[in-house]
Structure formats: C-alpha cells, structure tokens
C-alpha cells in the first residue's frame, strides 16, 4: 500500500490514535505505549464499564511505525445510529490527554475532521477548503486522499484541549508555512514545543466544550430503565452482560424473513418462562424498540394483552427484546472444542491492567472470593475482553456466541426472577420521545451554532436572555428589515458565495490607502493606466496610421452608439411593460414625497401620457418590506425562504401575535 495513503475510515466509525509528543527510541516506545495502555485502561474502567455501545465499544492497541506514521494507541470503532458514542469517545480522548500529558490524540471519521466541523462557524479565515489541503481534509480532486496521513497532523487533543497547527507568514513566528505540509513527526514535534502557540482560538475550544458539556454525568442520563416481559433466559443473560442488549436491539431492528423464521418455535427462549424485569436500555436503543410496529407469528406462542391493558407496554418490549435475543442465537455458528475462548489471563497485559485496577481502588475494598468482588470481576474481565483482546484478535465474536456463552454458565431459577418482580426500581419516563415545536426550536437554534456563539459565556447570555428578548420586541423596527436586505445586496461576494453583513463586525477594520489609490486610478484611468502614445501611432489593418487623437475619438463614438442603444432597449421594454397589469403590484411615491397605492381595479396608463407622468418613482423599501410579510405569512409560522433569508441576515422577526 502507498505509505501516503490510508484506508478511508467505515461509514459511521470513528477512527482515534494516540501518540507520544516526545517519544525516546523504537524499543522503549514500545514499553512505554505498552505500559500507558495498562494505566489508561484502568483510569478509563469506571466509565466503560457502565456504558453501554450501540454496536462496538472502543478498542486501544499498540501499532507500531508504519509508513512514516510513528507508533501509538488506535482504533476504530463502529457507532451505528448512535452518534453520541462517537462523542462520548471524544471525551475520552480529551480526558485522557489531560490526564497522561505526554500523549496527543488525533480522531477522524468518515466526514474527516469532524471536531473542525462542530466548530465550523469559529474558525479563523485561512482555514479553509484551499488552505486546509493535507491539514484537515485532503485534496479535493481525489476522493481516496481524504484519508492521506497528513489528513490530520494539524488537529491535536493535547493535555484536554485543542489544538491547531498555525500557519507561519513572516519569518520567526511559530508556525507551519501555508504552501508546505509538514510531517506527522514534525507537527507533534512542533506541538511539543510551542504548545501555547498551538492553541485553538477561544470560540473554538468553546464550541467543542458545548457539544461535550454534560459528560460524564450525561452517561447516566441517556439511559433509560424500563419493565420488560422476557423469557427467564434472557433475564440471566442480561443480569450478567447488560450491554447484550444492544446486539439484541439491532438483530431485532435489522430483521429479515429469514430471521423471523427461527422465531416460530422459540427453541432458546420458550415465552411461557417470561418473566417481569427492569431492563436498561440506552435512549437511542429504546427508541428503536418502542417506535417500530411489529406483530408476532401466532406459531411463536406470543401474545399480546389488550392495548388498554396497563403491562401492554411491557409485555410488547419484551416480545420484541425476546425477539431480537432468539435471532442471534440463530445467526450463532456452532462452536467446536476448539473455538473455546482464551481465558483473558493469558494475555501478557491482564496482569498490569488487574494491578492497575487494584491501585485505583475498583474492587472497593471488597473480600476476594465474595458475590460483589466476583461480579466486579467478571465485568473487568468482559471490558478486557471487549476492549484489548478483540482489537488485535483474529476475528471478532458474534453477539449470538456470546448469548449462548453466559446462558450457559449463568444458571438461573425462575421461582427466583418471579420473587424479584416485587422489587423493580420504578421505570423511566419516555416524554423524551415527544417533543414540543418550542424544544424542537430550541434544539435546531443550539445545534445551528445560535447559541454556543459566545461559549463559555452562554450560560450569562441565558440568564439575560427574556429581558434582551422584551427589548429586542420594544425596540424593533421594520427599518432593520430594509437596511439588513440592502447590507447583504451591498455586501462583496466571489465565486465562493456571498458572505453577510453580520461576519464583518467580527473582523477588525482595516484600510490601506495605497491599495484604494491604485483601485481609482484602475477605475478612473490614472496615469498608471494610460496607454503609450507609441503603441498607439501604429498602422491599422489597411496601412493607414492611427493616431492616439483618432483612437480615443472612435472610443468616444463607440460609447455613445452603446449608450444610445441600451436607452432605445430600455425604454421598448418599457413601453411593452406598460401594456400589462404588473404596475398593479408596486407601491408608487409622490412627488411630494407621499406613497400613492395604485387602485386595484384602475386601467393600466394610457399610452398617450406623457412618458414623464408615465414613469412614477417606486417606493422600493416599502415594495420590499410588503412582498417579504405577505411570504411570510403564507409560511404559516413554519420555515421558509423569507423566514431563512432573514434570519441569515441577522433579522429576527417577533412572532405573529395576530396568527392563531
């Protein structure tokens, strides 16, 4: 493979690495990664363990130096329809890197820098799809070389903030130079020695710590409890492995007919055991589960009470959960004698991550060999599992062999499991799933950057919020909506589109004489412009010479013949506009300075009129402010052109208080 490419990252995947900013020889890399591994697993433990992944937990592994990429810690890891996975990764990372200071971390997915993107509208001005080839994205003319190894060299996590590499202008300043592309090494050197200088701007770094706000405490609060009725065997499973879950959730939603074949006789999870339990799901999985409509088979010996019956819901999460369980099982290869799974104690790093887990005080002091101390061990083994073993195995297990794997070694008594139903933690609210038009208005404002623009300093914005509002009512004015238009058509643009008004009060004002004096003589005909009289005394096509005097008279005349016939097509189509009714709709000014409407029903002007009466001055901002109401009542209070064009503009209308 060219060591100047690399593999594109999944879609919905995330793609992280870890690197050392200032690594000592190849061997001791090795230990030292090696040895970082251990500690970060067992600083990362308390909050994996209670997490539980929407298709694959988050995997870390040593690769060594390849391709002029240096050796670290990476993965990759698949997060479906979950983006908050993907997120919840970030944090880690950041955490991580404030926790280990000689670490930098770099993470990608399959729209590239997706850390630049959440911060699109605070980024300085000379990062952009030109200025950021090989830096963030790659070059545009090539689709696989998004994923060139420089692709993220000037994008760091570093000791919990981030970081970009700047572009060095002048001589002396820290910095990499805009037309040149450093090396990976060398922009991790650079980061090491001028990290001050490498720090994001401050709107930046806000726009990412809004997006991450709420972690780790908002691991708790996007899951969601509910009462199941499962078979007794699925019960078992999940109070060993509650993160099963997820698989059977994705089995259930990603069915075929096929699938649904091995659910006409329920050969592992018989419903006549079914049982009620408190099942966690994380919200975007009880979404999947609750919001599809499914009948079973009446061959599968589950049925569902009446729709007024108060279990209804429980009895119809649990047919689907049950569902889901009983399709991995059928998807499950059969495992032979030697397909048994290694023990985790044969990996050489169990014995530092378990010494590790000991320093950190996991066990919580409880007596080796007693029910809680075997429970937190079998989830440090899983986690192990999951997260060190699978990322450098051969291949990966399937979620059914799993199942099958704790169904076996977890014995269960169903007397047991019915006792229990008396003693359920009370379930959880599901009004998240409903969403008001005010929250969904809220939402899109937050996630459309109105909001985070100030960062850290939104939460005072929020506070002074309603009274700013009262003000902004009193003192609004239809003027804004006239002078926010007539900003915008004034504003420049380029082949890159139009930028509005509003971004320029963010820049700091500047002006150069010298370069407005050059513009006027460009535009006036300076003496910089004006043609030499020797290039001019030259002879024309038939051997007579032209002089400067009769160039510049048959210049004069062409202009005038130009002039004279864009006024002679002006005024025909005047004439033809004239004979229609589209005078009807415009507002006219007198010329006293008073708006005249024009009558409905009045005849177009008599073609007789003088053309000075005929031509009346229009009230353009009136025009204006008239078309732009009327489109948006017809909006109906619901997004559309005028709406979003004004609010593009920085123009916030009140709303309709005549509307329904």
């Known amino acids: 493979m060219d060591p100047w490419k690399r593999p594109p990252v999944p879609e919905d995947a995330v793609r992280y690495r870890l690197f050392l900013v200032d690594p000592p020889g190849a061997l001791e890399t090795e230990r030292n990664l090696l040895r970082l591994l251990e500690a970060i697993l067992a600083h990362m433990a308390p909050l994996w363990l209670q997490y539980i992944w929407q ?37 880690l990372l950041r955490r991580l890197t404030h926790a280990f200071g000689e670490l930098a971390a770099t993470v990608e997915d399959s729209d590239g820098q997706f850390l630049l993107i959440e911060a699109a509208e605070h980024l300085p001005k000379w990062l952009d799809p030109d200025s950021s080839e090989n830096r963030v994205r790659g070059r545009d003319n090539d689709e696989d070389s998004r994923y060139d190894i420089h692709n993220l060299v000037n994008v760091f996590l570093y000791r919990g903030e981030l970081h970009i590499l700047p572009i060095r202008v002048r001589s002396g300043e820290v910095g990499w130079p805009l037309d040149s592309v450093p090396s990976l090494r060398e922009a991790l050197d650079l980061l090491r020695v001028h990290g001050e200088h490498c720090l994001a701007e401050q709107g930046v770094r806000d726009a990412l710590e809004c997006r991450l706000q709420g972690y780790p405490g908002k691991i708790q609060a ?3 409890k509910a009462h199941c009725y499962i078979p007794a065997g699925v019960a078992a499973v999940l109070s060993r492995r509650p993160d099963l879950v997820a698989s059977a959730v994705s089995a259930f939603y990603l069915r075929d007919p096929i699938d649904l074949q091995a659910c006409r006789t329920f050969r592992h999870f018989p419903p006549d055991t079914r049982v009620l339990t408190s099942v966690t799901f994380t919200r975007c999985l009880y979404a999947q589960l609750q919001q599809q409509s499914f009948v079973p088979d009446q061959r599968s010996g589950y049925t569902l009470p009446p729709h007024t019956h108060p279990q209804y819901r429980a009895h119809e999460l649990g047919m689907k959960l049950a569902h889901g369980f009983e399709i991995l099982c059928s998807r499950a290869r059969v495992a032979g004698p030697e397909a048994q799974e290694t023990p985790v104690s044969a990996d050489p790093l169990w014995k530092g991550f378990l010494r590790s887990l000991q320093r950190s005080n996991y066990f919580r002091r409880e007596l080796e060999g007693s029910v809680r101390y075997r429970e937190l061990m079998s989830s440090a083994e899983n986690f192990f599992r999951q997260s060190v073993t699978s990322s450098h195995s051969s291949g990966t297990r399937d979620g059914g062999e799993e199942v099958l794997q704790v169904l076996e070694s977890a014995p269960y008594s169903l007397e047991e499991l019915q006792k229990q139903e008396a003693q359920l933690p009370r379930e959880d609210s599901d009004d998240w799933l409903h969403i008001t038009p005010g929250e969904l208005e809220r939402l899109l404002e937050e996630r459309g950057g109105r909001g985070v623009n100030q960062g850290r300093g939104a939460s005072r914005e929020a506070r002074r919020g309603e009274e700013e509002e009262r003000e902004e009512e009193a003192s609004y004015s239809l003027v804004a909506v006239t002078r926010g238009m007539k900003n915008f058509i004034s504003a420049t643009s380029s082949y890159k589109g139009a930028e509005f008004p509003q971004s320029y009060s963010l820049e700091p004002f500047s002006f ?13 005909g300076g003496k910089d412009e004006e043609l030499d009289s020797d290039d001019l005394e030259e002879e024309d096509e038939d051997g007579h010479e032209v002089t400067e005097e009769g160039y510049m008279g048959s210049q004069e005349q062409d202009g005038a013949e130009a002039l004279g016939g864009l006024r002679r097509y002006m005024d025909e189509m005047d004439r033809e506009l004239q004979t229609t009714h589209i005078a009807k709709s415009f507002t006219y000014s007198s010329k006293g300075g008073k708006r005249e409407p024009t009558a409905q029903n009045s005849p177009p002007p008599a073609a007789s009129e003088p053309h000075e009466e005929e031509l009346r001055p229009l009230d353009v901002d009136l025009n204006l402010v008239t078309n732009l109401l009327e489109s948006l009542a017809s909006q109906a ?4 052109p005028a709406s979003n064009l004004l609010q593009s503009m920085g123009v916030h209308l009140p709303p309709n208080a005549d509307g329904p």
């Open 55 to 91: 298709k694959q937990p988050i995997s870390l592994s040593y690769h060594p130096e390849t391709g002029g990429v240096p050796a670290h810690l990476g993965g990759c890891t698949e997060f479906g329809d979950n983006v908050e996975d993907e997120w919840f990764i970030v944090y």
């Open 222 to 224: 996007n899951l969601h």
């Open 512 to 524: 150069n004489p010298d370069a407005v004096t050059s513009a006027l003589d460009r535009l006036l």
């Open 637 to 640: 209070g619901m997004s559309g």
